[in-house]
């Protein structure tokens, strides 16, 4: 661990919004009188009517999160609308495509006509308020429009992650009964095309419920459309106005939907809704990015990732800021393609995930250092625990040492950034998240949920909501009750470990529960481990993370075949592609060790302490195995380990 410690630059420090004796006031009284602090911090959006409740919140008994509960606003007129009079001119997103010579500015104005568009197409086809549509996109304009025209007409999005495979996308679909899907025909990422249309017409084979499908032309390549269920975009768009007006909703009307894996079942909706979720999206992208009128903003996520809805489309959008969205891959065509985007387009504000840092850094310093990357002010990292060797990296090479980096730790479900420096404010730890946003109270917890005090390690909670906390799961409040607040009782349960310093920082060391983060994509073991299991060759299969030089964590698969089935190498590629296909790209097994036998306890309870420790290739600490049901196994798989790479 690097003790080193990072004083906030003189530079840095003078503009910004708040030094560190601002924040630890502001952080004072946003915990102490919540209810004036976010009445006053709810002001920065435009309210159709104004509320007069601002906190009304419960995490036992029976859980119940409301903020803003008697305000009505529109999302899209506060991420566009408003902005129109001042800021009309202004470019609202640049496009840069996958192709370097692609690229392109959207105004204001121009976003307006087209989010009203898509709205009226939506409406043509039957969107009303509260309606689920599923947003099945890549990282293109429409995709923004798509989202904020479902705002403006008060329907819920759901948007899947354009890398999910058919059976995944299905799922998701069904689970929140949308009647409607919107697409492309295909993707367009590291030059390489990617079917989308195609998927969506798989996924739509399995399932009922569909009505309507629009399809965004991106590639103009080859795809089937269904007579009187598939429209295509462009012509639909043609017929209707460029004028709509945004639809009046009430702060606690939910806004989207958006699937996370946890550690058992399927995947969750996690539900966020209005006034609350806006508040806190666009206050931490102002407070935590120092964003200032006229940067250059660009946060490098998707938008089928929540980082992509907070901090791509609706916190920059909401500030009127300048939000980059960038279609491509970091390594295409080349390595370098981070930084010649960055000095393409003047950008001052550069977010990013660790795992790209860890990959990018494996290509070598000369990428980076035949750029300029003046324009630089701030940088940031999310997604998963960065190293300090990629901190530093981060740091030296791309920052050239002027730039604070803000590692900030949260989750979809917490709406928004929840644990971070502020840049004017927060000397750096190298691998630290440092110290909670205003309003957020973390508390670190052993197993039976006892507060620990000082510097310590333990589990980490939230002891109180926030505005951007989601509000239940959809169509399943009491799994969200059970998933969040009953591990400890009347506390927010995160599902991470944590360790507070002597200064009171948090340093994140991970999830503690059977979820593990692969290139910063959450992943539950189970979903893994039920793909492999619907494999006919396959009886049973463990799954855990272990490290990894660039994902952070990789997917481990212990799998017991079915008897008399031959545990070949061919086998292993055949379940790696039978994953990859049943999930997606993401999910695709890294080490896959044939095991006759799991370690079991006598009541036949897989002990994945174990799996992970052999993964891990740390043998000397298995811990207590007495209790198996026949320790041999363990053996076993400790020799078979060692002949794996
Ligand atoms: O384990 C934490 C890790 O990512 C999890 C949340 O994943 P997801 O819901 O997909 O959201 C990712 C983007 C917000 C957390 O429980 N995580 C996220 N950011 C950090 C992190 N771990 C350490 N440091 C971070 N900065």
Excluded at 26 to 34: N, T
Excluded at 163 to 189: H, M, N, Q, W
Excluded at 245 to 260: G, K, Q, S
Aim: with cysteine; hydrophobic share 35%; aromatic share 10%.
């Amino acid at each position: 661990m690097s003790g080193e410690v990072f004083p906030v630059p003189a530079s840095v420090a003078e503009a910004a919004y708040v030094d560190d004796a601002a924040y630890r006031a502001m952080y004072q009284r946003s915990v102490e009188d919540p209810d004036g602090f976010w009445g006053e911090h709810g002001k920065r959006l435009d309210w159709i009517k104004p509320y007069t409740k601002v906190k009304d919140t419960r995490y036992a008994p029976d859980v119940s999160i409301k903020w803003f509960e008697d305000g009505t606003l529109n999302v899209s007129a506060n991420c566009i609308d408003r902005h129109l009079a001042t800021r009309g001119d202004k470019t609202a997103i640049i496009f840069e495509g996958d192709d370097p010579n692609d690229s392109r500015h959207i105004t204001y104005r121009e976003l307006h006509a087209e989010v009203c568009r898509f709205a009226n197409v939506l409406k043509a086809h039957g969107v009303k308020k509260g309606d689920r549509v599923t947003i099945y996109l890549p990282m293109i304009p429409e995709a923004a429009y798509a989202m904020l025209a479902c705002t403006r007409v008060g329907a819920i999005h759901s948007i899947v992650f354009a890398g999910f495979s058919p059976d995944s996308l299905a799922g998701r679909i069904e689970d929140c009964a949308s009647k409607i899907v919107l697409t492309a025909d295909e993707g367009l990422r590291g030059g390489r095309k990617v079917a989308l249309k195609a998927n969506v017409d798989a996924a739509l084979a399995k399932i009922g419920g569909v009505e309507t499908v629009v399809v965004v032309k991106r590639t103009g390549g080859a795809i089937a459309m269904t007579e009187g269920r598939d429209v295509w975009y462009h012509e639909e768009a043609a017929k209707v106005p460029a004028d709509c007006p945004p639809e009046e909703m009430n702060a606690e009307d939910p806004l989207f939907i958006l699937y996370t894996s946890g550690s058992t079942g399927k995947p969750k909706g996690v539900l966020h809704t209005t006034g609350g979720y806006l508040v806190y999206a666009s206050m931490t992208h102002q407070y935590v990015f120092d964003y200032h009128d006229g940067d250059v903003y660009w946060c490098t996520a998707d938008v089928g990732w929540v980082t992509g809805h907070s901090y791509i489309v609706y916190g920059p959008l909401a500030n009127g800021a300048t939000t980059l969205m960038f279609e491509g891959v970091p390594t295409w065509p080349d390595a370098g393609r981070f930084w010649q985007v960055v000095d393409k387009h003047k950008v001052n504000i550069f977010y990013t995930a660790p795992t790209a840092i860890r990959s990018l850094m494996g290509a070598g310093n000369d990428h980076v250092t035949k750029t300029s990357r003046a324009s630089l002010r701030i940088l940031g990292s999310v997604g998963e625990p960065i190293n300090p060797e990629a901190w530093l990296w981060y740091h030296n090479v791309v920052g050239q040492q002027r730039c604070p980096i803000v590692d900030t730790w949260w989750q979809t479900e917490t709406g928004g950034i929840l644990i971070t420096p502020l840049p004017g404010a927060t000397a750096l730890k190298p691998g630290s998240a440092t110290r909670p946003f205003f309003g957020v109270q973390p508390a670190v917890v052993d197993a039976e949920g006892k507060f620990l005090e000082g510097a310590t390690e333990g589990n980490l909670v939230i002891t109180d909501s926030w505005p951007g906390q989601m509000r239940t799961i959809y169509g399943d409040h009491e799994r969200f009750e059970q998933t969040y607040f009953s591990t400890y009782k009347g506390l927010y349960f995160t599902g991470d470990g944590c360790r507070r310093d002597e200064d009171g920082y948090y340093w994140i060391t991970g999830r503690v529960d059977d979820v593990i983060n692969v290139s910063g994509h959450r992943m539950g073991t189970a979903e893994v481990e039920s793909a492999l299991v619907a494999h006919p060759k396959v009886s049973e299969a463990a799954v855990v993370g272990y490290p990894h030089d660039i994902k952070g964590q990789g997917i481990y698969c212990y799998v017991t075949l079915m008897a008399g089935e031959e545990p070949t190498e061919a086998l292993k590629k055949e379940l790696k592609d039978w994953v990859r296909r049943e999930i997606g790209p993401i999910a695709t097994p890294d080490l896959i060790q044939f095991a006759p036998g799991l370690p079991k306890t006598r009541s036949g309870k897989i002990m994945r302490r174990i799996l992970r420790k052999i993964a891990e290739n740390e043998f000397g600490s298995l811990g207590d195995t007495s209790t198996l049901a026949d320790p041999a196994v363990v053996t076993d798989l400790i020799d078979n380990r060692q002949n794996l790479k």
